[in-house]
């Protein structure tokens, strides 16, 4: 298996579950799992022998997120986390597949609002009650882990991406 398929089909899909996992569970995405993100694509990148042209546009459309992301972060309406992994996917997707992923990512992420907001409604069920990370998520008073819905559309939308194509070789 090459390096580049190991990064496609092991290192991005453990870091988004990650992600979405550490979202939930703490509302926070670590620098240190982008940074994996980041090293990951540059090794996936090399392997796949992107042309310095393909490489800068995938460059551009992670800046281009970051920038947009970081705004929405600067405003309150996202965390941190959220903007940084937003940013570090789009470096994997270019702009080829960015489309897809912000659509797919909003949608996902309007569902699971609606479900915290419908559940959050609803007495905590007794077993939770001792879980500090359902008690946060329960709480009125928090915010959305939309990390979730970032790394459900990343996982979606991976498949359709030219770094996909090249690492699998369909």
Same mark, same amino acid.
């Given at each position: ?27 926070? $995405? ?6 994996? &993100? ?20 995938? &460059? ?11 705004? &929405? ?5 996202? =965390? ?18 960015? #489309? ?11 569902? #699971? ?5 419908? #559940? ?26 939309? =990390?979730?819905? #970032? ?11 030219? $770094? ?7």
């Amino acid at each position: 298996m090459s390096l580049s398929m190991i990064a496609v089909l092991v290192v991005f899909p453990a870091a988004m579950a990650y992600a979405a996992a550490s979202d939930m569970v703490s509302m926070t $995405i670590s620098n240190r799992l982008c940074l994996v &993100l980041v090293v990951g694509f540059a090794i996936c990148a090399a392997s796949v022998g992107l042309s310095w042209t393909q490489l800068g546009w995938h &460059l551009a459309a992670g800046f281009v997120v970051l920038c947009v992301s970081f705004g &929405l972060f600067a405003a309150g309406w996202i =965390g941190g986390g959220d903007a940084k992994l937003a940013a570090v996917t789009a470096l994997w997707f270019g702009f080829d597949q960015l #489309l897809p992923y912000v659509f797919i990512s909003a949608v996902a992420g309007g569902a #699971l609002t609606l479900a915290l907001l419908s #559940l959050r409604k609803m007495p905590l069920p007794r077993p939770a009650l001792g879980w500090g990370w359902a008690q946060r998520l329960h709480d009125k008073n928090e915010g959305v882990p939309y =990390g979730i819905a #970032l790394a459900f559309a990343a996982l979606v939308v991976l498949p359709d991406t030219t $770094i996909w194509r090249a690492a699998i070789g369909s």
